[in-house]
């Protein structure tokens, strides 16, 4: 598997461009401002995009899907209950100070069935908390458990997402890490939004959210 990742000011948000070595077939993970560069990692690599998968739509995550869609002329995908978002990224440009274009159309909403590329599958879980319609990609070979998860904004290296946005909610963001992420393996490896990657097993020992969320948990 080839895996590259890309972040640039102000967000540094992370990019990501996802390839099966044997048949550079490949995905790109939320195309930002770093767009240039992660177009600049799919022709290093030779790599055919067949599809632009968008963990959720706020504004750092999305503002490359426009420059990416004419360069790839692949598909976008998202949830959709983070289209309210995507369809007012103007907006969520302007609330933060920043300029941002209108993106096209969003192609597909996640229907929680598997997405193939080569010889892998991406398959979809829909992990809300940090908005409406954060999802985690967890990608592997098609007859294996995915052992890589791009999870957005949800979890990060000891941390999690911030859950004070529009449609954001702590409890449901909490439910979305322990139940549906922790399910996932604690030697899965996890690629965060922002920052260093880090593992289930790591975040479920150590992250101090976490750890005091489960400690409470157990309490009540
Ligand atoms: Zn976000
Ligand atoms: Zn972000």
New binding site residues.
Partial sequence: MILEVRAVAPFYKNGFVVACSRTKEAIVIDPGDEIDEILGAVRDHDVQVQHILLT?A?L??VSGVDTAKAALDAPVYLHRDDLPLYEHVVEQGAMFGFKVRPQPPVDVFYDMTPIYFGDYAVRVHHTPG??PGGVCLQVGKKDEDGKHLFV??TLFAGGI?RTDLPGGNYGVLMKSITGVLFALGDDAVVHP?HGADTTIGRERASNPFVVEYLTGQNRS
Avoid: A, F, K, R
Wanted: proline share 0%; hydrophobic share 0%.
């Fill in positions: 959720h706020h750092d995550h940090h908005c957005g904004d997402g939004g």
